[in-house]
T-cell receptor
Framework: QKEVEQDPGPLSVPEGAIVSLNCTYSNSAFQYFMWYRQYSRKGPELLMYTYSSGNKEDGRFTAQVDKSSKYISLFIRDSQPSDSATYLCAMSPWGANNLFFGTGTRLTVIP | DVKVTQSSRYLVKRTGEKVFLECVQDMDHENMFWYRQDPGLGLRLIYFSYDVKMKEKGDIPEGYSVSREKKERFSLILESASTNQTSMYLC??????????????FGPGTRLTVL
């Protein structure tokens, strides 16, 4: 079993839709949770970072962590064509030097 | 803003060639990483470094070596390139916790094709 599981998609939604991206994990020691966005042929860029459980909101993006279920989510409201990218979840027990990545979900927002 | 740069965006090499991929970060980060990214496999850690002249093997070090002579620069070396090393190579860096180092910052990637 992989440490981090992520549905690869692809996921296609119409512009303006609410998008839900998810990852599950097996290691209860994970405390740091991140979402990266990667445009085609570019490097990943950090989108959201949360520590422990709870929600974090940044504009149209909300990251949610449920440690009891070992489940994290990224919600995108009012999705835009510019949100079309691959979204990678990443997590760690003690910080940046030991990250476990999901394989990424490819999202396309159709105008 | 953290900036991580990689020497080439696209590279085409022949089997058996020695290949150097260079990465430079400008945020005085202690930690640097090399990954490769392949469809369906995600990011896999090749090597990482916590300090100058220090290196640690990641999950898939075979066929690769690294060099870190200066804090800001981390090089990945393919001693004898093979076709199965065709991939996207990503460099990343992170600082100590006091520098907000709880995540890694990535470069733009080098897409290497070995013919």
């Amino acid at each position: 079993q992989k440490e981090v599981e992520q549905d690869p998609g692809p996921l296609s939604v119409p512009e303006g839709a609410i998008v839900s991206l998810n990852c599950t994990y097996s290691n209860s020691a994970f405390q740091y949770f991140m979402w990266y966005r990667q445009y085609s042929r570019k490097g990943p860029e950090l989108l959201m970072y949360t520590y422990s459980s709870g929600n974090k909101e940044d504009g149209r993006f909300t990251a949610q962590v449920d440690k009891s279920s070992k489940y994290i989510s990224l919600f995108i409201r009012d999705s835009q064509p510019s949100d079309s990218a691959t979204y990678l979840c990443a997590m760690s027990p003690w910080g940046a030097n030991n990250l476990f990545f999901g394989t990424g979900t490819r999202l396309t927002v159709i105008p | 803003d953290v900036k991580v740069t990689q020497s080439s965006r696209y590279l085409v090499k022949r089997t058996g060639e020695k290949v150097f991929l260079e990465c430079v970060q400008d945020m005085d980060h202690e930690n640097m990483f090399w990954y490769r990214q392949d469809p369906g496999l995600g990011l896999r850690l090749i090597y990482f470094s916590y300090d100058v002249k220090m290196k640690e093997k990641g999950d898939i070090p075979e066929g690769y070596s690294v060099s870190r002579e200066k804090k800001e620069r981390f090089s990945l070396i393919l001693e004898s390139a093979s076709t199965n090393q065709t991939s996207m190579y990503l460099c990343a860096s992170s600082g100590a916790s006091s520098q907000g180092g709880d995540t890694q910052y990535f470069g733009p990637g080098t897409r290497l094709t070995v013919l």
